[in-house]
């Protein structure tokens, strides 16, 4: 059975981080009478916060302090010129390290704090202290690289506690993200190595540029001793709850099923909602409950229930904490118990079973289905 509490980690210090405003991820334009704030901003997480604190799952979370990650525990993924390349930037006042990815005087603390408290949670579920953890951070983290930020990822939480696990003993770590942009950055870390699954379900969007040369596609399968342990589940523009819930079932299940992980981590993005502006792949509060539930099973039936939940992306920021809510909902073994406060887009079911047809068909020589 899922979970009966969720362990969540927290530490006000994510707030400190600062992206500004300008045209949306762009600078700020003198065409504008108002800039928009970044999308990666401190209300989007906040909002977060308070859904759960004062939702129908409030009695069944158990919340902990974060704290900041030190210098050799992101050595652990991160080369050490990138680390304070980093802290340099911020010191002088803060910038872009990519066309999308900004870092302001304040932070560094941030930052630190939101790749300790996903090693917080991490320890806990390593230790037996908690069966499942949740750290609610800030920025996302599964777009940057050992030595490259992208996306408003600056350090990669899944894999710093993909490795973390992976020091503690455990032999075989599985990484599950559905944000819905491609997990490159995770991706990245793990391409060389079978010890770490890594299963991204995301939009078909392709490389975006020189930070982000990873498609994304099915034929990027590992490298190495990884080959076929990375699994590129792209799926087309507005996929829905059905595709997602159908390719968790027919191909993620199976595949980590096989692979029988002793350690799940999962990155919990938003961003694949119907309504936000960065994604809009049509998933709604009862699909993120289907995948929360989804994963859940798994990890109970597969490695003791041990299971730590990364917040990712989600940008609308009233309809990403409901969507949150929902996924821990199913976490928690729950159906979603608040109503959808926006209306509902039907599935577009035509393109469901071809699509999960062809990547069965490609991932077939790796796999069992």
Not at 53 to 66: K, M, N, R, S
Not at 189 to 217: I, K, N, R
């Amino acid at each position: 059975m899922p979970a009966s509490q969720l362990d969540v980690f927290w530490d006000e210090r994510v707030l400190n981080h600062e992206t500004g405003e300008g045209i949306w991820e762009a600078s700020a334009s003198p065409l504008l009478w108002e800039q928009e704030l970044h999308p990666e901003n401190s209300i989007r997480i906040r909002n977060m916060k308070h859904v759960l604190e004062h939702g129908p799952i409030a009695d069944a979370l158990v919340w902990h302090d974060g704290r900041l990650a030190e210098i050799p525990e992101l050595e652990t993924i991160h080369h050490s010129e990138y680390i304070a390349q980093i802290a340099e930037l911020c010191a002088a006042g803060g910038g872009r390290l990519t066309s999308t990815t900004v870092v302001g005087p304040n932070s560094w603390e941030g930052l630190l704090a939101a790749a300790g408290t996903c090693l917080a949670a991490a320890d806990a579920v390593i230790s037996g202290e908690a069966q499942a953890a949740f750290a609610l951070v800030r920025p996302p983290g599964h777009h940057a690289q050992p030595k490259q930020a992208d996306g408003y990822c600056v350090f990669s939480h899944a894999a710093l506690v993909a490795q973390r696990a992976r020091n503690a003993g455990f032999a075989r770590i599985a990484v599950v993200d559905w944000d819905v942009h491609h997990g490159n950055g995770t991706q990245e870390c793990f391409y060389a190595q079978s010890e770490v699954l890594t299963v991204s379900f995301h939009m078909d969007h392709g490389s975006w540029g020189p930070t982000h040369l990873q498609t994304g596609a099915v034929d990027e399968l590992g490298c190495g001793d990884g080959m076929g342990f990375n699994i590129n589940i792209a799926m087309p523009l507005g996929a829905g709850d059905k595709f997602y819930t159908t390719a968790f079932a027919e191909i993620a299940g199976p595949i980590l099923r096989e692979f029988a992980p002793d350690f799940i981590v999962c990155g919990v993005g938003q961003d694949a909602s119907a309504y936000d502006p960065n994604g809009r792949h049509n998933v709604t509060m009862a699909g993120f409950n289907r995948l929360g539930l989804q994963v859940a099973e798994l990890a109970d039936e597969l490695c003791a229930g041990r299971l730590v939940l990364i917040q990712e992306g989600g940008y609308a920021r009233s309809y990403a904490a409901y969507c949150l809510h929902a996924t821990l909902e199913g976490i928690l073994g729950r159906h979603s118990q608040l109503p959808d406060p926006i209306a509902y887009v039907p599935d577009d079911t035509e393109r469901v079973d071809p699509t999960i047809s062809h990547l069965k068909k490609h991932y077939a020589p790796y796999w069992k289905f």
